[in-house]
């Protein structure tokens, strides 16, 4: 056997052996293909577009909840003064309450309504 004869014989085998390797390679890409590669695929695309759809709903509605968050600060701030007035107000009405019975049991008789007593005696009837 001559050379070129061994050499002819060993690419034989190795084109033999690409040949078995490529008929393996094509039967595991058929498979693939056939297992739903495609339909994989598309079902990610469309999860991916309704994920999009849900994030820019999200985000309208974010949007929507900051337009009302603003009114509901503004309105405890406006409770929280609207208490601190009550509660001016009842100490206010407290004292006039004070003042009145006192004035009662001394037997000052009450201003009539509508008439308002002198800012001097209000002074020493309040002392």
Do not use: W, Y
């Not at 490529?22 to 498979?31: E, Y």
């Not at 009114?71 to 509660?87: F, H, K, T, Y």
């Not at 201003?111 to 309040?126: L, N, S, T």
Request: proline share 3%.
């Amino acid at each position: 056997m001559s050379f070129a004869t061994v050499a002819n014989l060993a690419t034989i085998i190795l084109c033999a052996a690409v040949l078995v390797q490529s008929v393996r390679m094509m039967r595991s890409l058929h498979a693939v293909r056939s297992s739903g590669i495609a339909e994989m695929v598309a079902a990610l695309d469309t999860a991916t577009g309704e994920a999009r759809a849900v994030l820019s709903e999200l985000k309208a509605a974010l949007g929507a909840c900051a337009d009302t968050t603003r009114p509901l600060v503004e309105s405890r701030a406006i409770a929280e003064e609207l208490a601190v007035m009550i509660g001016i107000a009842n100490a206010s009405a407290d004292r006039i309450s004070e003042v009145a019975n006192a004035a009662h049991r001394r037997g000052t008789p009450a201003p009539k309504r509508g008439a308002a007593a002198p800012a001097a005696r209000r002074v020493e009837d309040a002392a």
